[in-house]
């Protein structure tokens, strides 16, 4: 049982550059979101999705786009990546009825 | 805004030793719940709390939220250099659907 899994483990950017930053869940879990981790700032959330089709904002939305056309798979995407952007990045799933979340092994983000 | 503070931010210490750390706020939670990271890693929930003056044990973690559900604290026994990693806590308030997470406490256990 793979989990939650995080694709790629490592990604070094330019500035003006995007990327998608994929998320995959096997456990059927409704709600999947989007965090950002930074030293001293703990874990801040991005985006979140409750289900395939619905997305909402989180803490720090800005800069960063999501979709949800499946229920396994939540990708995180930058459309002109800034060095603010640097930062490890985890997807997290959990059941809507749960207050358990399963965090993916994380993405080391670094713009340049 | 909520203002979350764990304490301390870095703790290093021998193997066998005790250790407390700390989650506060002046905010009121509904639940509290506490995570380990590992390097290279994401967070591994621990134990999830919910009544004022609730304690829990995990072995040698033992658990406790604040009678006003306003902190909480973590103390290990014994500690050992499995128990490395970085804690957090993640409080939420009322019906809010996301978690708040503290910023840590990075535990070191030198053999």
């Known amino acids: 049982n793979a989990g939650v899994t995080q694709t790629p483990k490592f990604q070094v950017l330019k500035t003006g550059q995007s990327m998608t930053l994929q998320c995959a869940q096997d456990?059927?879990?409704?709600?999947m979101s989007w965090y950002r981790q930074d030293p001293g700032m703990g874990l801040r959330l991005i985006h979140y999705s409750v289900g395939a089709g619905i997305t909402d904002q989180g803490e720090v939305p800005n800069g960063y786009n999501v979709s949800r056309s499946t229920t396994e798979d939540f990708p995180l995407r930058l459309l002109s990546a800034a060095p603010s952007q640097t930062s490890v990045y985890f997807c997290?799933?959990?059941?809507?009825?749960?207050?358990?979340?399963?965090f993916g092994a994380g993405t080391r983000l670094s713009v340049l | 805004t909520q203002l979350l503070e764990q304490s301390p931010q870095f703790l290093s210490i021998q193997e066998g030793e005790n250790l407390t750390v700390y989650c506060n706020s002046s905010s009121v939670f509904s639940s509290l719940q506490w995570y380990r990271q590992e390097p290279g890693e994401g967070p591994v929930l621990l134990v999830t709390?919910?009544?004022?003056?609730e304690v829990k044990k995990l072995k040698r973690l033992t658990f406790q939220f604040g009678d006003a559900r306003k902190d909480s604290s973590l103390h290990i026994t014994a500690a050992q250099p499995g128990d490395t990693g970085l804690y957090l806590c993640?409080?939420?308030?009322?019906?809010?659907?996301?978690?708040?997470f503290g910023s840590g406490t990075q535990l070191t256990v030198l053999p």
């Open positions: 709390v919910v009544t004022g003056g």
């Open positions: 997290a799933t959990k059941r809507s009825v749960s207050n358990i979340q399963y």
């Open positions: 993640a409080p939420r308030s009322g019906s809010a659907r996301q978690l708040t």
């Open positions: 456990m059927n879990h409704e709600y």
